[in-house]
Each structure stands twice: as structure tokens, then as C-alpha cells.
């Protein structure tokens, strides 16, 4: 079984619309959005929840009013400045590290799981689907990126699928990491404009340090075209193999407007038939089944 | 005075496009895994300084291989082998209970380099920006270090990273109010959503820009009218501006008109903030 990631390094520049549309081309594949902080592959999947997990990702320090003696050891010991001036512990900052709980001199404090998200397994028109929601403003996104990953490897083993679709999350921190650890291979989607080339130079370092296979597209390649020469002789002196260049059609906002991927509402297309050869090449590349 | 603002495509372009069209303006660049703003200002860069964060160091003469250091750590990054104790600096969020719950005070902390600050000058504006190193996981460390050098007398505008979750949350905190930039498809409403989620919980007022008004439907404006959610501005979608921006050009440079419309945006936040 074969895993590959999409990546950007930032967000908006067309990752999820070409998940989706990998997911709907994909015969034999298991599809997982660990873009756990905004998902979004839903939307154009309508995934059909099968089974809904609880996430507790993190831990939260929880004060007895009643027994606390005013001393303020939590506070002057807490490095998150989760301990406000009255004595409340203030759940959005505190990162579950316990330290109030020892120095409490009267065992005032608890540690308690908290709900940091829901895990989802799913299932869609196209094969199933392993998704997630992280809780508004909670940490640990890394943790629920490998829990939505865990579910999505035990979906493909029992379905017998051969490759798992990944839809990532912007930047180049911990959710990232998370999201390419022992995959086959990644797609970069960049955009021809001087910072996404800057975002790209950046994710494929982090790919070079763990030992990932990259692949890149550019997506509204005709924005800017001496911008997209740039990343394809980037790409070349750097052996990156460089997949497909996809045009700006304003089909693919349509297509999320009316809740599809571009290759299924408008598969006639430049951006669709551009699309689908990518997939072709990427899937030969990666050894599976393709149509 | 401070703003913050988020969320969708090319967010970056508005915070600068703001930043050049206000006087006496620093501008933070807190999206430290991916820092674009400075690609569209071309400063000139006055000051870099590493940024750490500290972590244990085990003197193995005081150290009685008890483990009570490895039990108690909430994120495993101490490690107690039978000989040995391992420090996964990547891991530690330098809460400092290890050293705290040590039996005979064997630890110590070092510093663990996980990126750079940069302060920079364009025009008029004062720069601050942070880089994530490759292969370091936590942005949160670097954020707060960007953000020890806010200047409280000039007008502040921060760029927030995407997403909600613990780099967002660092870098609105304290905010007077937060700007969403979205744009009018369903990916912009879903997420735009989410992040007032975030804002209402930490009690920090918002309003809305629409990032390329025209393209896919109308779902953002009807949401924001029901919800009495005030939108702020509209940025049309035009070929001209993301051209522009492609050349890491601010489409305010090429399109002076714009100058006025942020000035009259930041002033109606002002009144707003005031109330």
C-alpha cells in the first residue's frame, strides 16, 4: 500500500481541489484530509460518517475553588501564563504540563482530558474516507493528523486498497510533519507568485529532511508564466520531477460552489483534463492502479 | 493599538497593503512557518537573532536513574533507559517540571535553537518577522519572541499563520480587534466560521474583508447579515491585482486609490475599538 501526501506551503492554492479530484480518479484508494484545523475535502466529498471517535489530544488543569488557598504558586510557576490574576486557569492557554498540579501545596488542581476533536470515519461515492475536526483554538493538531492517518491505514488494509490519498495542511510545522512521516511520496502544489515560490522552496526542504519523495505542480501556472519558469528550472536543477502545470479556470471555484471536485462537474475542461494526466503520472510513478 | 487578520488567500497582501497606506506603522509577521510579508516590502534587514527554547540537560553525577523526571512529563520527551536519560528537544515545551520533580536537582537547562527573528525597515515601516527552522515542529516559541517587540505607540498590525489552532490563538491574544479575510466560495465560509469561533471564545472583537469579491456565491455575505457580522471591505477579484501579486508587488503601490480605502478601513476600526 502506498501513502501520498498534498502539500502547500500556504493555504489557498488549489491542495484540496486536487485531493478531491485524485480521490474521485482513484479506483482502489482510501482518502484522509489532515488538514485537521480546516477541513475542507468534505465539502466536496460529502463523506457519509460511519463511525465518529472522540479526539482527547491534550490535557487541562482544573482548580477547586474550594479547597485553593489563594497562594499563587500555580500561577508564578505556570510558563503558559494559563493562571490569570484571580486565580482561574484560562483552558485556551494552558498546555497540560501538570507543574500547577505538583507545586499546589493543597492538591487543589487536577489534570482532566479535555475534548481537543472528533475523529470520523466515512464513507463517500468514491471509497471511504478517514477525516477530522480539531476543536476551535486547541492544540495538538499533530497528534489527530497521526490518529486520522491511523484510521485511513486500517481502512486501506481492510478494504484491500492499494494507496492513501492525503490532503495536508499549510506551513512547514508540526501538523505538516505529521502528515508526510513515512509516506511514498508528496505533491507540492506552488503558485507562480514570488512567495509561493519562496513557500515552496521551504516545504521541499522539510521533504529533503524526512527523507520524502517530492513532486510539484503549479496550479494557475498562466497567472504568472515567467514565475512558473522559475519553479520549473528551480525544480530541474534540484531533480524535482515537476507534474503537471494546471491553467486558471474560474470552473474550479464553480465546481466548489456547487459542492464537487473539477473533475466531476466539469471533466471536459483544461484544468480537469490537466487533472487527470498528473494523476496518471503520478500513480504510474508510485506503482498503483490507475482507472 | 494592535490588528490582526487571517484566514484565506493572500491574507498577507492586505496586512501590507494597510501597513503602506498608514503612517507610523510596525508590522509583525507571525505566519513564522512560512514569513511572506518581507518578499513584498524588500526591507532592509537591521537585526537577526537566533530564537530558543530552553530544554533539560542531565548532569549524570547527580542523576539517580529514578525516571521520575520521564513520568512525569506530559509531551515523552525525557526518557528514562536503564543506563541512560534521553532529552527529545523537539518534543519538550520547556514547562519546566522535570527539573521540578528531580529528587536530587540534576537538571539544568540548555538552549535549543528553533529559528530566527528579523527586524527590518521599508519606507516608513518598522518590520518584524520570525523564521521557523526546517524540521522543527513548534511555531508558538517563535511567535511570542516576534511579538516581545511590539511598539505600543505605533499602530500595530500583525499577520497571522492559517488555521485555528495554537499559532493563531498566540497571535491574536491581546489583539483590540481582528481583521478575517475571506473570500465568497465555500472553503472561505467553512473557514471562516471556525476562526470566529476562536475570536468569540477569546472575547476579541472582528469584522470581514472579502478577498476577491465576484467569484463563487453569495453564502459569506447572507452569513455575515444574519449573524450581524460587520464587513469591513471588498477586494474585487481582479486579473490586475493578482498579477501584481504575483510579482510581490503591493497592489496599492500600482493602484494608489487603495491608500485612502485602508486609511478610511483602520480609522472605522479605531471608532469601533473605541466604543
Known amino acids: 500500500m502506498k501513502q501520498l501526501t498534498i502539500l502547500s506551503g500556504k493555504g489557498g492554492t488549489g491542495k484540496t481541489t486536487i485531493a478531491a479530484s485524485f480521490a474521485v480518479l482513484a479506483k482502489n484508494a482510501v482518502v484522509a484530509d489532515c488538514d485537521v484545523d480546516a477541513p475542507d475535502l468534505h465539502m466536496l466529498l460529502h463523506p457519509e460518517v460511519i463511525d465518529t471517535q472522540e479526539f482527547r489530544g491534550s490535557k487541562v488543569a482544573v482548580l477547586d475553588k474550594t479547597k485553593c488557598t489563594q497562594c499563587g504558586l500555580c500561577k508564578e510557576r505556570c510558563k503558559f501564563g494559563a493562571i490569570n490574576a484571580d486565580l482561574n486557569v484560562e483552558a485556551i492557554s494552558c498546555e497540560g504540563c501538570n507543574v500547577c498540579v505538583v507545586v499546589c501545596p493543597v492538591h487543589a488542581i487536577i489534570l482532566a482530558e479535555r475534548h481537543s476533536g472528533s475523529a470520523y470515519i466515512s464513507k463517500t461515492n468514491y471509497g471511504f474516507m478517514a477525516h477530522a475536526l480539531l476543536a476551535p483554538g486547541e492544540s495538538n493538531s499533530g497528534k489527530l493528523v497521526t490518529l486520522v492517518r491511523q484510521n485511513a491505514k486500517i481502512l486501506a488494509e481492510n478494504k484491500n486498497c492499494d494507496l492513501i490519498i492525503i490532503d495536508g495542511s499549510p506551513g512547514v510545522g508540526c501538523p505538516v510533519m505529521a502528515s508526510i512521516t513515512g509516506v511514498d511520496a508528496a505533491l507540492v502544489v506552488a503558485e507562480p507568485t514570488l512567495s509561493g515560490i519562496h513557500d515552496l522552496e521551504r516545504v521541499l526542504k522539510l521533504l529533503k529532511h524526512f527523507n520524502v519523495v517530492p513532486f510539484v505542480c503549479v496550479n494557475m501556472y498562466d497567472v504568472n508564466t515567467n514565475n512558473a519558469n522559475r519553479i520549473l528550472s528551480f525544480c530541474n536543477e534540484n531533480r524535482v520531477e515537476v507534474v503537471g502545470n494546471i491553467p486558471f479556470n474560474s470552473d474550479v471555484t464553480k465546481a466548489m460552489v456547487n459542492g464537487k471536485a473539477v473533475v466531476e462537474y466539469s471533466p471536459e475542461s483544461n484544468v480537469a483534463e490537466e487533472i487527470a494526466c498528473m494523476w496518471k503520472k503520478i500513480s504510474s510513478l508510485l506503482n498503483c492502479a490507475v482507472e | ?275
Open chain 2, 1 to 275: 493599538m494592535l490588528l490582526v487578520e487571517k484566514a484565506g488567500l493572500e491574507k498577507t497582501s492586505v496586512a501590507v497593503n494597510m501597513a503602506l497606506s498608514l503612517d507610523n506603522v510596525q508590522l509583525i509577521d507571525c505566519d513564522v512557518e512560512e514569513p511572506n510579508a518581507y518578499l513584498l516590502l524588500h526591507p532592509k534587514l537591521e537585526k537577526t537573532e537566533s530564537v530558543y527554547t530552553e530544554v533539560p540537560v542531565v548532569n549524570r553525577e547527580l542523576c539517580t536513574n529514578c525516571g521520575e523526571c520521564s513520568k512525569f512529563c506530559q509531551y515523552h520527551a525525557i526518557f528514562t533507559t536503564a543506563d541512560k536519560i534521553l532529552v527529545f528537544p523537539e518534543l519538550c515545551h520547556s514547562c519546566g517540571g522535570c527539573a521540578l520533580v528531580c529528587p536530587t536537582m540534576a537538571i539544568t537547562w540548555e538552549k535549543h535553537r528553533i529559528g530566527v527573528l528579523k527586524s527590518a525597515s521599508a519606507e516608513d515601516i518598522e518590520l518584524v518577522y520570525g523564521e521557523l527552522e526546517i524540521g522543527k515542529p513548534m511555531a508558538v516559541p517563535i511567535i511570542k519572541a516576534v511579538k516581545k517587540y511590539l511598539k505600543q505607540d505605533l499602530n500595530i498590525i500583525l499577520d497571522s499563520p492559517p488555521g485555528t489552532s495554537c499559532p493563531f490563538v498566540e497571535t491574536v491574544r491581546g489583539s483590540d480587534f481582528c481583521i478575517l479575510v475571506t473570500e465568497p466560495t465555500p472553503f472561505g465560509l467553512h473557514d471562516l466560521k471556525i476562526a470566529i469561533q476562536v475570536l468569540k471564545t477569546l472575547g476579541i472583537p472582528f469584522g470581514v474583508v472579502i478577498n476577491r469579491a465576484g467569484v463563487g456565491d453569495t453564502k459569506v455575505y447572507d452569513y455575515c447579515k444574519e449573524d450581524g457580522i460587520r464587513i469591513l471591505m471588498e477586494i474585487p477579484y481582479q486579473r490586475k491585482i493578482a498579477e501584481l501579486y504575483s510579482q510581490g508587488i503591493p497592489f496599492s503601490l500600482e493602484m494608489p486609490e487603495w491608500n485612502e480605502k485602508f486609511q478610511v478601513l483602520y480609522e472605522e476600526i479605531r471608532m469601533l475599538v473605541k466604543k
